[in-house]
């Protein structure tokens, strides 16, 4: 069996992260010394993925409706609305 070692994805360290619990279904979280953060290597929810909430308010600013973001991102409507209420509020 061969171990990939863990890297962190905002800051890039490698020999800084240790396991820190995991997570309600199971998956395993990490924590990074360097930057402070918690991670993991899989998501269950597609929408705590890194990058799709700015994907949401990208394709938004670009004149796609919500129908159209949710079925390119392969998230549900529900979901972009909230998305794009938490990045309006002030």
Known sequence: MVLE???CPACQQPEAVYRHGKATDGTQRYRCTACRRTFQLRYRHKV???GVRAKITDLALNGSGIRDTARVLGISPQTVMGGLKKRLKP
């Open 5 to 7: 070692p863990v890297i």
């Open 48 to 50: 705590h993925e890194p």
